[in-house]
Every structure is written in structure tokens, then in C-alpha cells.
């Protein structure tokens, strides 16, 4: 049954916080911003103690408007009998409080905290028998003050940027780095071999046309591997086929011209596999042959072995790095293991099993060149089907080997095939 798909939406970010692109864009984001706020409020800061006197000074002329506009104006009141008047009237008005000072007297008017700067106005009456009066009005030192706003607007912008960058970081991780994550995660698992992994495609947005494209792309690719696979595969074994088998030893030919190391070919063919159908049906014909196609890739697993069905009955495996001596005892093994399926052939002339016959053919430091291994190529397997052919002449289920000469004497080796 095949796998169902295994969905990615996203990979844990906290895992990878330093390598985040939420970090980076926030990082590229956040300090030039803060940098371009900054210069900004130094310009806009720069000449804020001026601003702070300017108010100071526009508050003190309201006060002294308001407080003239309040003084009575009758002759009918004495001096304080207005002052007192001016001190209720006042109190309705949300203003600071002042000082008012008369001959050398002076009188608050108003909640008045006294502070270091301060500024003098003439308050206006509208009697002439009113004497001279003075207002004063205080207000905190200028610098301080500015001061103080100035850190109450840093400390304003410090928040704003932390609020902006903190929103930033979640935005980019889930705009961005949340899908990016998946892809990646997803990427990465089927690399390791997990084909049925996929991504979320339930977004609307670039990321789920992306996703959209990523799985189609890895379902392009299982599919041309799955043709590739059975373009190179033997249907009825599961071996290599005869194209897989052509193109690895030209492969092995000509690494061996590159490295000079020993390369063995063993070919094998069932033994009397003819009357074996014959008698016991095609279709035990088939499974005879599986059996023995699974002990065949048994025997030779090494990591470059390749066991492949060269045709009908007969079978072939390619040993890179291997010599003469070793690839013997491997064609013994495999003849021994064939030999412990005791697979029943009645028919056989040899055993009253399955057996195979089987040839081996070394090539050992050949010294051949790249442009050479056409003929490296037909020498080897010509000589492996020599000494399969002299194992079947000599009885059957039995292994032989004959000497691969150097391609230069090619010319010179007399072959006789067994179908000649």
C-alpha cells in the first residue's frame, strides 16, 4: 500500500532563532530605522529649550491678559477689595497662579509654586486712579524642562521602535519564515529519502504557489526516477536489466583505465532451465528464476556489486575491485547457495536440483586507455562467455575461469562461442 502523504506546514523557528530571516529582516529593518528616528529627533529636539521659553513666555502673557481683563474696573472699590475680587474670579480659570506686587507689596493670586525662571508683565487696568501693577509669573528652568520632555519623547520613540520590531519579527515569521521553514524542513526529508513527504498548499498567497510548484516538482521527479527505475530494472526479478547492465560496465571500464584496479565479471546460466519449464510449467519457470535472482544479490551486496539478468536464464555480475582469486570464491558461494534452495529438477543430468554453471573472467591491471574500452568491453564478456561455456562443456554445475589477455592481443584470441 503506498504511503499517504506526510504534510509539512512549518519547522519549530525557536530551533534555528539565530539563523531566522525574521531576525535578519528585522535586523535590517529596525536600526536604520532607528537611525534615520534619531536624526530626526535631533533636529526636532535641537532647539527645544528655546521652545519651552517661547511657551513659558506665551503662557504669561494669557495670564497677564486674563488677570487685566478680571481687575474691576470702578473707582468704587478700594485696592484690595479688587484684589480680592481678581483672587475668585481667577480661580474659575484653569491658568497658574502668579504673583502680583503693588508699592513694594506682594500678593498670589491664584495655586502659585514658586520656580527658578520667572517673567515680569504689566498688568493692564482700565481706571486711571489705579496705581501700578506688576504681574509676575514662574515657570521651572527652561533647560530642565526641555529636559524632561526631551526624555519623555526618547523614551516615547524607544517603545514604539521595541513594539515595531517585536511586530515585525512576528509578521516576517509568519509572511515569510514559517513557510520558508517548511520548504526547507520538506527539502530536506526528501533528500533523506522520504518521497511522500509534501508541503501546504492551503495558502493563497507566493509561498502556496511556491508550495503548489515544490510538489509538483517532487512528483515529477518520483515519477521520472519510477521510469528510470523500470527502464533499468528486469521486470520479472527485480535485477538490472540488460541496458542497466551495458551502461555499468562501460561505467566500471572506464574507471578501471582511471585507476588500474582488477574488475571480475561472473556470468551464469541456469542449468537444462529448458526442460526445467517443460516440466514443471512456465510460470514455476519464473519463480525458479526469482529465487535465484534474490540469492544471486544475497551473495554479491557489496556497495558496487550489480547483479543483472543478461537474458533468458542467464545471469551476470559485475565485481569492481575484485581479482581473480576472489571473484573464484564468490562463484563458488553462489554456486553453493543455488545448489541450498534445493529447488527440484528431475529433468537435470547433473543434480536433483536447481544447479548453476558458471563463468568468471578477470581483468587485472590492464593498463587499458579511455579510448579503449569498446574493446575492453567485448574482450571481458567474451572471455566470462568463454568460461561459462567451458563449465557447461565440462559437466555443468561447476565453476570456470579463463584469462582475460590485454586488449592489444584481442586480434589474436580464437573465442568459440556456445551458440556457434
Keep these: 500500500m503506498d504511503k499517504q502523504p506526510e504534510i509539512i506546514v512549518s519547522n519549530d ?17 529596525l536600526w536604520p530605522t532607528i537611525f534615520v528616528v534619531f536624526i530626526a529627533a535631533f533636529f526636532l529636539l535641537d532647539d527645544l529649550d528655546e521652545q519651552v521659553r517661547q511657551e513659558q513666555y506665551d503662557t504669561s502673557i494669557k495670564i497677564a491678559y486674563h488677570a487685566s481683563n478680571l481687575w474691576p474696573a470702578t473707582s468704587v472699590l478700594t485696592f484690595h477689595q479688587k484684589l480680592e475680587r481678581l483672587r475668585n ?16 507689596q506682594h500678593f498670589r493670586i491664584g495655586d502659585l509654586e514658586i520656580q527658578p525662571s520667572f ?31 526631551r526624555n519623555k519623547i526618547i523614551a516615547f520613540i524607544l517603545s514604539s521602535l521595541v513594539l515595531f520590531g517585536v511586530f515585525l519579527s512576528l509578521a516576517t515569521h509568519i509572511i515569510l519564515d514559517k513557510p520558508l521553514q517548511g520548504l526547507v524542513h520538506a527539502s530536506k526529508k526528501i ?42 530494472t528486469d521486470f520479472l526479478t527485480g535485477l538490472a536489466n540488460r541496458r542497466h547492465f551495458d551502461e555499468t560496465i562501460k561505467y566500471e571500464l572506464r574507471r578501471n583505465a582511471r585507476i588500474n584496479n582488477p574488475l571480475t565479471l561472473i556470468m551464469c546460466d541456469v542449468d537444462f532451465f529448458k526442460q ?9 519457470g519464473d519463480l525458479c528464476l526469482k529465487h535465484i535472482a534474490r540469492t544471486l544479490e544475497n551473495v554479491c551486496n557489496r556497495s558496487g556489486d550489480l547483479v543483472a539478468r543478461y537474458g533468458g536464464e542467464e545471469f551476470v555480475i559485475i565485481l569492481p575491485n575484485t581479482d581473480k582469486e576472489t571473484g573464484l570464491k564468490m562463484a563458488h558461494t553462489l554456486s553453493e547457495e543455488i545448489t541450498k534452495l534445493k529447488i527440484p529438477h528431475s529433468y537435470s543430468k547433473v543434480s536433483p536440483y ?24 567485448k574482450n571481458l564478456i567474451e572471455s566470462a562467455d568463454q568460461a561459462l561455456y567451458l563449465a557447461k562443456n565440462n559437466g555443468r554445475n561447476r565453476v570456470e575461469a579463463v584469462e582475460v589477455k590485454p586488449v592489444e592481443d584481442t586480434s589474436k584470441i580464437n573465442l568459440d562461442s556456445p551458440n556457434k
Excluded at 525557536?14 to 531576525?23: D, E, G, L, P
Excluded at 474670579?89 to 513694594?104: A, I, K, M, V, W
Excluded at 526445467?276 to 514455476?284: G, K, P
Design 354 to 377: 536447481v544447479t548453476l554453471s558458471i563463468g568468471v573472467a578477470t581483468m587485472e591491471n590492464s593498463g587499458i586507455t579511455l579510448s579503449a574500452t569498446d574493446l575492453s568491453e
Design 89 to 104: 474670579d481667577y480661580r474659575e480659570l484653569d491658568l497658574p497662579g502668579f504673583e502680583l506686587s503693588n508699592q513694594g
Design 13 to 29: 523557528w525557536t530551533k534555528n532563532w539565530q539563523a531566522s530571516i525574521a531576525v535578519k529582516i528585522t535586523a535590517i529593518t
Design 191 to 232: 533528500s533523506e529519502g522520504h518521497q511522500h513527504v509534501r508541503v501546504d498548499t492551503t495558502r493563497e498567497d507566493e509561498f502556496g504557489t511556491l508550495s503548489r510548484f515544490f510538489n509538483n516538482m517532487v512528483d515529477n521527479l518520483i515519477e521520472h526516477k519510477n521510469l528510470e527505475y523500470e527502464a533499468k
Design 276 to 284: 526445467y519449464n517443460d516440466l514443471y510449467n512456465h510460470v514455476a
Design 119 to 149: 517673567y515680569d508683565l504689566q498688568l493692564h487696568t482700565q481706571t486711571d486712579n489705579d496705581p501700578p501693577i506688576k504681574i509676575r509669573t514662574f515657570f521651572p528652568d527652561p533647560h530642565a524642562a526641555a529636559e524632561l520632555l
